[in-house]
């Protein structure tokens, strides 16, 4: 079983920065691709980043935070982190960390776990 806590959400200035951390428990973290979704009052949930999770690192980013915000992972400490640089009002949402494991041939699905979210509020 895995589980996933966030933290490192609070309350900062347009411009600011944030860092925001992903614990996992459970094992094998390092086999799942790990990503950070954000919904914001009264809006779907979304996603925001991703990074995967075998040999050859990769990272995808939506249009709206890419050049602002970095998604890294120390597979060591069972940790996924969120960097938010020049954070906009409009990035105001519960961030949530997600765990996607899959088989590497057709990629089925076998665990998704998402985290409680952690409150991101940027003031203009």
């Known amino acids: 079983q895995v589980t996933l806590v966030e933290s490192g959400g609070g309350l900062v200035p347009a411009g600011g920065s944030l860092r925001l951390s992903c614990a996992a428990s459970?094992?094998?973290?390092?086999?799942?691709?790990m990503a950070w979704f954000r919904q914001a009052p009264g809006k779907e949930r979304e996603f925001v980043t991703a990074?995967?999770?075998?040999?050859?690192?990769?990272?995808y980013y939506a249009d709206s935070v890419k050049g602002r915000f970095t998604i890294s992972r120390d597979n060591a400490k069972n940790t996924v982190y969120l960097q938010m640089n020049s954070l906009k009002p409009e990035d105001t949402a519960v961030y949530y960390c997600?765990?996607?494991?899959?088989?590497?041939?057709?990629?089925?699905?076998?665990?998704?776990?998402w985290g409680q979210g952690t409150l991101v509020t940027v003031s203009s």
């Open positions: 997600n765990a996607d494991g899959r088989t590497p041939s057709f990629g089925i699905r076998y665990l998704e776990v």
């Open positions: 459970g094992r094998a973290f390092s086999s799942y691709t």
């Open positions: 990074v995967s999770w075998n040999a050859v690192v990769s990272t």
